[in-house]
């Protein structure tokens, strides 16, 4: 950020009073710009025992598999945020089920919130952001070809939690050092 949104003068980053972190602060109105994550909703949507995935059709990870999902929108709740995105993306009606993981990407300042869903009706398509949509059944599903490190943990904790025929809420925390993603699991309540 160069520039205040209020009143288009040059910022600079520091720690204002009281603060602990350095924001960008306007040198001429002192209006402090906050920058916090974002929100990522998403569902992994399953009919009839198979799960609905969309190849992608953007970048980034163009051309590999995932579950809907997307930025979460001013005026709408997480839920509501994952059934649009289940729309978008897979022409898919969804009904919004209890949650089932948060994953905290770090590098990218996004928090991943992933429910459970199931279809309303029993079609789907594909939206402008797929290039395909399918439903998988467990064996089958791609998983070399799965986009996200968060996406794969909801996928694989969405599945054990269904063959022990429970629905935990999972928590992941997803960082780089030197490059390569490490991640960490919290405890699943």
């Avoid at 009281?18 to 109105?29: A, E, K």
């Avoid at 590999?64 to 289940?86: D, H, Y």
Wanted: charged share 20%; proline share 7%; hydrophobic share 40%.
């Amino acid at each position: 950020m160069k520039f205040c949104s209020n009143c288009a003068h040059p910022v600079s980053l520091s720690v204002p009073p009281g603060d602990h972190l350095p924001r960008f602060v306007c040198s001429n109105c002192g209006t402090i710009h906050y920058q916090n994550p974002r929100i990522i909703a998403g569902c992994v949507i399953e009919h009839e025992g198979k799960l609905l995935l969309c190849k992608r059709a953007i970048d980034p990870c163009y051309g590999l598999w995932t579950t809907p999902a997307g930025f979460m929108e001013n005026g709408e709740s997480v839920q509501q945020a994952a059934a649009r995105e289940a729309m978008e993306e897979a022409l898919a009606h969804v009904r919004i089920g209890s949650m089932l993981a948060v994953v905290n990407v770090m590098r990218a300042h996004q928090v991943h919130i992933m429910f459970r869903a199931t279809l309303t009706q029993p079609s789907f398509g594909i939206g402008p952001e797929s290039l395909e949509s399918q439903l998988y059944a467990e064996e089958e599903i791609p998983w070399p070809e799965i986009a996200f490190l968060s996406v794969e943990f909801g996928l694989r904790r969405y599945l054990e939690d269904r063959a022990k025929g429970r629905e935990l809420l999972h928590f992941r925390d997803i960082d780089w050092v030197d490059g390569k993603p490490v991640t960490t699991d919290g405890p699943s309540q």
